[in-house]
């Protein structure tokens, strides 16, 4: 198979949210209160709600930048690609980058939505909460049928509310709501808690995804205060684990058999010993932890409900039966530090030496759309004209130059205290 | 190659330290101050030490006994088998189980010998610690040559008393000292602190070893105090995880470059990913993190300086050229309830079809012998009377049941409390 080839869709992107956001889609009651963009005395926007002020983080929006410039300062609209942000160069961006589909985990509100919950005025943070998914849904995702899988925020304050805007945006088309790695960590309950039962019912009833995102659970994997911040990056899949490790013997699982996760931006190279590990640990404790699956091992449960994630992986593809072939997804990651866009399909069969076709296109494109129940052929569109090759002919010749910033806003960042970016984590 | 023909030495069990540990070895005048066994009301002992008591954990000496009974309450010596803390005992149950050499972790002093530490008079923690190596080194090792890698316990307090030691057992053959996963969260300076170069210089100029042991941070991974036990246990080797990365990317490899560490049972089927996400993050992020290796990759640093060590890891056995042949060391884990004994030989067969001699003989001995400086053809022992076989021909019909306790202390643990569990732990 040829990269041209290939069918790719993205089940991990980022938005950077537009100042337009709540324009069409907050009522007129909170209108005052809804988040808005602010230019600060230093040249940079940021958002503020409820009396906190949130920055576009540099490594956030780096995409189409030389890594010299990787960096965490805020930064300004001006300074960052408009695909992050505007949606028709969203698209070009996604042709440039032979892209099909994207899902698109939010910025400023955290992954789970933890600034808007935040609001001591519970009507206030549920009127701007279900403005962000309608503007996601239907203005975001609406504008290019097929382009774009569809993701809301959860409600975490309220776990009956939450059921409810499950079957609100399902009703929508929405089958994918985003959600943390450790919700005790978030001071709610923890997934052992019977308080989720109404989430975890409606998503199962709904056939909707929980999305867990690495970095979601408002704590970074910081070993020190003078740590190098390089050892945080390595070690960030580690959260992912934890809450993979924590859904997988909860009662979640055992008590709704049609619950599904996505661990995303988790990798899957690990995913081979973490299922030998949960077997083993089944296999030598639970005579005395008291743990049940029936007939079944944990690492086959562990496959009935977990989709794994991976930007590049050559680990993770070479071992992708032993994880399970339809347990894996391909993501692109853009606009993120991480991710190897525009290039990623060239990256991609970098390591599929020997994958078969069939392998490839279950990664690249047939699990996320079975996953997500998405169709991303529509309004016309074939599987001829969906291919990495067909998409960039459409771009045409869209400028995906990495170009420097011209402002010199950016300097090297080393030295970063750990402590102080931990504090300062709201993902 | 057959299980009876395998040549074992495993390079991480555990000491359940003896009544007497510190009769011939304390100096008088810290006698009466010294940890002593004491009898509980319910049958269980105890050591104290300044104020502390440090109960036997059940799951920490469950060889031989069925896992309906693994637990985690405390026991008494009469409970446990007697290979745990008699060392002529211990010979035997390593001769039944096919072990040529062993390496042993302390118990009740926590794997880095937080318990001493915490002594406020450190001439007397400096007297108890020196005592216990003593007695590990001369006794416990010393009475059978060729049978135990001497170890040795750190001195956190003070980095440069700490090389002294290093110097003062190596003198005595001692060729490895535990050290924590983390000296950041058990209260002293980090890894990236210079306060350890005169540790890092000692070890290096001696060719000692820092053996450090999955759960000598002083921190579980704990998700939420109602998680069910299993979770920890399922995600125990993450803490070791962290600890490579910490060392990985700061000063002590590019300052020591004859450094060597070894993740005691922190398994090895997650390397291969962990390499992949170190190149990874090199490649993305160095130019503005500053990190530099001059002409090297990340993994290969790692190759030159960590040992990599499992008890059953199937995945690991699989993936051993991606990790490197020569960094993988076998572990038995006797007497802890992940080990296989007396198994062991016959449960790594099971996972290396196709795994060629010379690659087995690396991962059960030669490699240990070299990163240990540890010779066991001592005393007129020839490989041929070395192998699994010959040992159990020379245990005779030593017993090795699995048998119940009499007693009927034991009950099913289920419902811990991960909170309590976390802040008892004092390992």
Known sequence: MKAEDLIMISVDDHVVEPPTLFDEHIPAKYRDAAPKVITKKDGSDVWTFNGSIIPNIGLNAVAGRPKEEYGIEPT??????????????????MNAGGILASMNFPSFPGFAGRLFAAAEDKDLALAVLRAYNDWHIDEWAGTYPGRIIPMALPILWDAEECAREVRRVAAKGCRSMTFTENPATLGYPSFHNAYWDPLWKAASDEGVVLSIHLGSSGQLSVTAPDAPIDVMITLQPMNVCQAAADLL????????????????EGGTGWIPYFLDRLDRTYDMHHLWTGQ?????????????????CF???????????????????????????????????????????????????????????RWYSFDPFVAGRTKADATVGALRAEAGDHDVTIRA???????????????????????
Chains 1, 2 share one sequence.
């Open 249 to 264: 013997w909860s009662r979640v699982l055992k008590n709704f058999p049609d619950i599904r996760f996505a661990l995303s």
């Open 405 to 427: 910033t011209d402002t010199g806003r950016f300097e090297k960042a080393v030295g970063i205290d750990m402590g102080t970016l931990a504090k300062n984590a709201t993902a």
């Open 292 to 308: 049940d699956f029936g007939d079944k091992l944990p690492s086959e449960v562990f496959r009935e409900h977990f989709l794994t």
């Open 76 to 93: 300004a609209f001006s300074e960052i690609r408009p695909g992050t942000y505007d949606i028709h160069e969203r698209i070009k961006d």
């Open 311 to 369: 930007i590049s992986d050559p680990v993770g593809v070479q071992l992708r039966h032993m994880i399970g072939i339809d347990n894996i997804a391909w993501e692109c990651d853009y606009p993120h530090s991480d991710s190897s866009w525009p290039n990623a399909p060239e990256e991609l069969m970098a390591v599929s030496e020997g994958v078969s076709a069939e392998d490839l296109n279950k990664i690249t494109y047939q699990n996320a759309m």
